[in-house]
């Protein structure tokens, strides 16, 4: 495969190749008209020979250009540089191009004509070759910058990621002590009631759920239905709790590999318990269910329990929820939404988040 500094010595020499087409061809309707002789493929080796020069001059150009920039630091130096750069190839170029057309005409180098020749090149072609560096300089500068745009786009993209990652980890650090030490103090609590072996039990489900937890941190987005799996695990803990806990969970087939934050749901089925069911007596129900809707999944959790009203709302969004709605904002952006809706004899939390193809019916 070929690397990249050759792919643009081949192009450097393909643009030569092709403006010696050009002007072999407008000097053979030139001549044509002025009733010449002249074969084209004869008047093409000549101008091949001649641009060629500049297709070998290239490469010490574009090396020109990269040791001696022009920005905003060397904005003059670097010019009058570059002009005194191009003055010298471009009478080295003229000097070659002399002794081209001296060894064409009459098959030897002699002074007397490479001096004509040289003299007539300077008065009729200086300019034109002068602008040809400054071409060639600029392209030189226009691949560098663009090089280096690049270069800065991807480190502010790799800046960008690796500050979201961090992010999403602090959140996620916050969020794990904060589910763990309420798990541990209803453990302690459990204990102190004499309830030793529920305590045992749930320690042993709470080691199997912080194992889950450990092995998947890696991963920021996993499918629903792996989700699934962890909230059911946790609610395993809580049942040695509650014993009347009721939980459905309305699955879609078709919705059960879409990505979705690593442990999203567990605070919000948290809230629900402590919020909810644990507020009222006659509350042991909690479902869970998914749809597509509009391009997005909808991710809700019932609980019965204590309704929501405008003094209690913001009450009810602890650190869990303030972190799901700081999680759904720095993966998805303003896509996302969280709301708890006061319904029936309780309340729905939904996460709407786009669907991660179009494909759901």
């Known amino acids: 495969m ?32 002025a009733g010449g002789k002249e074969s084209w493929g004869q008047l093409f080796f000549v101008q091949l020979l001649v641009w060629s020069i500049w297709g070998f001059l290239s490469p010490l150009i574009f090396w020109l250009g990269k040791r001696f920039r022009i920005d905003r630091q060397t904005y003059y130096s670097g010019a009058l540089l570059h002009i005194a750069f191009a003055v010298i190839l ?16 009459i098959g030897a180098l002699r002074w007397e004509v490479f001096w004509q020749y040289f003299k007539i090149f300077f008065l009729n072609l200086f300019h034109w070759h002068f602008f040809i560096y400054m071409a060639i300089i600029g392209m030189a500068h226009a691949i560098v910058f663009q ?46 009631q ?36 962890y909230i059911n695990q946790y ?14 969970v309305h699955k879609k087939p078709e919705l059960l590999q879409q990505k979705v934050p690593n442990f999203i749901l567990q605070p919000i089925v948290e809230n629900a318990i402590k919020h909810g069911i644990s507020k009222s ?41 303030q972190n799901t709605k700081y999680r759904l904002a720095s993966v998805y952006g303003d896509k996302a ?17 786009p669907l991660s193809h179009r494909t759901i019916p």
């Not at 045992?200 to 699934?228: D, Y």
């Open 235 to 248: 609610l395993e803990i809580e049942r040695f709790r509650n014993k009347q806990l009721e939980v459905l």
């Open 147 to 192: 090089k280096e745009s690049r270069e800065r786009q991807d480190a502010a993209v790799a800046l960008e990621k690796q500050l979201l990652l961090s992010e999403l980890n602090t959140l996620k650090s916050q969020l794990s002590p904060h589910f763990l030490f309420n798990t541990l103090n209803n453990v302690i609590s459990t204990v102190e």
């Open 90 to 105: 471009v009478l080295l170029y003229l000097a070659v191009y002399s002794v081209i057309w001296n060894l064409l005409g």
């Open 281 to 321: 007596e006659s509350a042991n129900c909690i479902e869970i269910g998914m749809d597509a809707e509009d391009g997005f999944l909808k991710l809700w959790v019932y609980n019965e329990g204590a309704m929501l009203d405008n003094k209690n709302r913001f009450r009810n969004e602890g650190v869990g929820l």
């Open 2 to 33: 070929l690397s990249k500094q050759r792919k643009r010595n081949i192009a450097i020499h393909v643009i030569w190749v092709i403006a010696a087409l050009f002007t072999s061809t407008q000097l053979y309707l030139k001549t044509v008209d």
């Open 194 to 229: 004499g309830k030793t072996q529920v305590a045992s039990g749930m320690l042993s489900r709470l080691g199997n759920f912080l194992r889950c937890i450990l092995e998947e941190s890696k991963h920021q987005l996993i499918p629903l239905e792996k989700e699934i799996e």
């Open 337 to 353: 939404s969280f709301e708890l809706i006061p319904v029936n004899n309780g309340v729905v939390a939904e996460i709407k988040i």
